[in-house]
């Protein structure tokens, strides 16, 4: 049965065949951002001392509809780090998610944060694109790659100053994972039929290889569950629906790292 996103796949193998024409890889190498110098993630995710949060700029995505459809990169990035962000991810896809084609430029014009590209990767060329844009991270998707694809995007990825984060949902796809990896995710969203639970990234944990910062995505929502999660050995949480459907995003990622730093507190006091 074809799956959404098997649906996004071919949507965008067909997407990136029309850019690579109106913008060949010469014209991308000439852009200003090209050259300029990445901020690393996996540092920040190290350095942070607000859990490691990633925030994301999202407005609708497949699983849950609209979200925020009118909201405003800029404000909602400067919003995001003035919380503490560790860095940001920005959906790119226009198709499925609503990204408009100004909105991962806002975000890097607003914010110095490390940032992920998020998109869904079929073709080194969108690498380049990342790269083009300004973008420090780029998504690869186990699900939609094979482990050859996985190990030569990232050599690629690495070869332009990116770092990777391999995003798995199984065994079979942990699998797949290349050891030269920077961040692995595990979503706890399964991109075929949008079932979550933030126990597929417990469940994962001791499957993961060992020495990769690992993050959880999706689905999270609870403070609780960045506790749990944090046991589990994750340092980094992707989290974009439950900030951006809030009027201040900003606001909405400082209070729940409040929340957060409340029951770390309280397990503290419970250990000590
Ligand atoms: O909005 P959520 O449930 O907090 O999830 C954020 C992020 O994990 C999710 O957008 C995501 C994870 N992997 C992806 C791959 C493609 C597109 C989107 C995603």
Known sequence: METILDRINAHKMAEVALRREQTPLSALRDSADYAAPRRSLVAALRDSTDYGIIAEFKRKSPS??????????????????????AG???LTDGAFFGALPTDFAAVRRSVDLPLIRKDFVVDPYQLHEARAMGGDVVLLIAASLSAAQIADYTAEAHSLGLEVLCEVHNEEEV???SPEVDIVGVNNRNLKDFSVSIHNSIRLAELLP?????????????????????????????I?????????????????????????????????
């Open 64 to 85: 849950q509809n609209d979200i925020n459809l009118a909201a405003d990169p800029a404000a909602i990035a400067q919003g995001y780090a003035g919380a503490g962000a």
């Open 88 to 90: 940001i991810s920005c």
């Open 175 to 177: 699998g797949r994972l």
């Open 210 to 238: 060992p020495g990769i910062p690992r993050i959880s995505e999706s689905g999270i929502e609870d403070p609780q569950a960045i506790a749990r999660l944090r046991r589990a050995g994750y340092r980094g949480f992707l």
């Open 240 to 272: 974009g629906t439950y900030f951006m459907r809030e009027a201040d995003a900003g606001r909405a990622l400082a209070d729940f790292v409040g929340q957060v730093r409340t029951i770390e507190d309280l397990y503290d006091g419970a250990i000590a």
